[in-house]
């Protein structure tokens, strides 16, 4: 017992390193297709497309589950907040902005959900909390200032900084208006109806620049990069994470965001599409300890 146990612990957390280096290396390896010649919402239409249909596919193969008429309205709203405005802005943001800057605000999202909580929620905000916050924040906001004061994307770009920073609000609130919705279903539920969704709600404006994409004198070096953001990035990762976290604890789940923007970072270097710089190390520890400070605050809640 104790065997499968450790065996599945071990899973567990190979599982979330996994995910979270795949969403890292994404940055990077979306950054590059989309230099290349794939627009930001081709790549946007990619995503959802085709994690909507690997969805559908994998359904087959899983538990059947009965969902409620008005869960499947309910769906529409999750698929706006939690992926169309999420990914949309994610996408289009890293079209903009650096692979470095676009991970490191990525792991902005707990302090978001830490907010989101307390207003709609009405979770308390505890003075560590509160230290996080200002914290991330400022970390956040070092990133914005030191894109505004460069016309490089190697270092960022205020809009596209702007954008993921959106992005990640938009999952936050999505995880807070949602969450009993989430708690109801399994994944492949969960994610076939809110990608059909996205699907039917983004294709009617994108798909004359997407088709014009597919028609387009794009290399196989491309198509792969576009390949990888869509099964690694937007399929694989997901079933990574919901094997996690059926075993390991959410402050545990919290600490490998930490993995995504280290990866990022050293892809993006090695790649030449980045440019890593000191007030960059400074962003990163204020956000880093901003996160640390959060999620550290909200389990030593949960055990008293």
């Known amino acids: 017992m104790m065997f499968m146990q ?5 899973m567990a957390h190979l ?5 979270c280096a795949g969403w890292g290396l994404m940055a990077p390896v979306g950054k ?10 081709s790549m946007v239409t990619f995503r959802v497309v085709g994690a909507c249909l690997l969805f559908w596919a994998a359904s087959l193969f899983a538990k059947k589950e009965q969902v409620l008429r008005q869960d499947k309205l309910m769906f529409a709203g999750a698929a706006i907040f939690g992926l169309l405005l999420n990914q949309c802005c994610y996408t289009m943001g890293l079209s903009f902005t650096s ?5 490191i605000v990525t792991t902005s999202m707990p302090i978001f959900a830490m907010l989101l909580s307390a207003l709609i929620l009405k979770e308390p905000i ?4 509160a230290i996080g916050v200002l914290m991330g924040c400022s970390g956040a906001l070092m990133l914005i200032l030191t894109s505004a004061a460069h016309v490089s994307n190697k270092v960022g770009d205020i809009r596209g900084d702007l954008l993921c920073l959106f992005a990640q609000f938009s999952f936050a609130l999505y995880l ?5 919705l989430i708690k109801r279903y399994n994944v492949f539920t969960i994610n076939r109806y809110m990608f059909t969704w996205a699907t039917l709600m983004l294709l009617p404006f994108t798909f004359g620049e997407t088709a014009a994409t597919v028609h387009s004198s794009l290399t196989m070096k491309t198509w792969l990069e576009v390949g990888y953001v869509v099964c690694v990035g937007t399929f694989f990762c997901y079933i990574l994470t919901m094997v996690g976290q059926r075993t390991l604890r959410p ?5 490998y965001n930490y993995v995504q923007p280290i990866v990022s970072v050293l892809a993006s270097l090695l790649m030449g599409i980045g440019v890593f710089k000191s007030t960059h190390a400074l962003a990163v520890i204020l ?3 901003g996160v640390w400070l959060v999620t550290k605050s909200r389990a030593r809640e949960k055990t008293t």
């Open 6 to 10: 450790n065996q599945r612990a071990v």
């Open 99 to 103: 692979p470095i800057n676009a991970s």
């Open 126 to 129: 505890t003075g560590k909390k």
């Open 176 to 180: 807070s208006l949602f969450n009993p």
């Open 287 to 289: 956000v880093f300890t």
């Open 32 to 41: 590059e297709a989309m230099i290349h010649g794939v627009s930001g919402l």
């Open 251 to 255: 402050t545990v789940v919290s600490v």
């Open 15 to 19: 599982s979330m390193f996994g995910a």
